[in-house]
């Protein structure tokens, strides 16, 4: 990888080192995801705490240079099935529509609108 190397790119050159074959349209299975998270457990268990699809065009070494995860977080880029993570887009946005700013209990985060 570059830091002029794409989403797309990244998710083809993984998917034809791991044997799958790209040119029949497996590619479009899947999407690379910036994952923030922490170890967390006994066993260190990776804990999620924000998944995001980068965009096919996206550069993410240029992404990584310019923005840090909050203390106490790491990054790294996963390679997901794009339904999988559709879904779990789609059940967040459930769980927050309806909710006005200042509508969220304290501690679900919220920025300067949050009720404190």
């Known amino acids: 990888a570059t830091p002029r190397s794409t989403a797309r790119q990244l998710v083809r050159e993984a998917l034809e080192r791991y044997g799958l074959a790209p040119d029949d349209g497996t590619s479009e299975e899947y999407v690379l995801c910036d994952v923030v998270g922490r170890p967390a457990g006994p066993g260190g268990a990776w804990q ?9 065009a996206e550069r993410p070494l240029v992404l990584q240079d310019v923005w840090k995860p909050k203390t106490g977080c790491s990054r790294r880029f996963e390679i997901r099935r794009r ?23 304290r501690g679900a985060g919220g920025g300067a609108g949050a009720a404190g």
């Not at 999620?48 to 096919?56: I, K, S």
């Not at 339904?83 to 209990?105: K, W």
Request: aromatic share 0%; net charge negative.
């Open 83 to 105: 339904q999988e993570v559709e879904r779990v887009c789609e059940g967040e946005d459930a769980e927050t529509a309806g909710e006005s700013p200042g509508s969220r209990p």
């Open 48 to 56: 999620v705490e924000h998944l995001r699809p980068v965009g096919d």
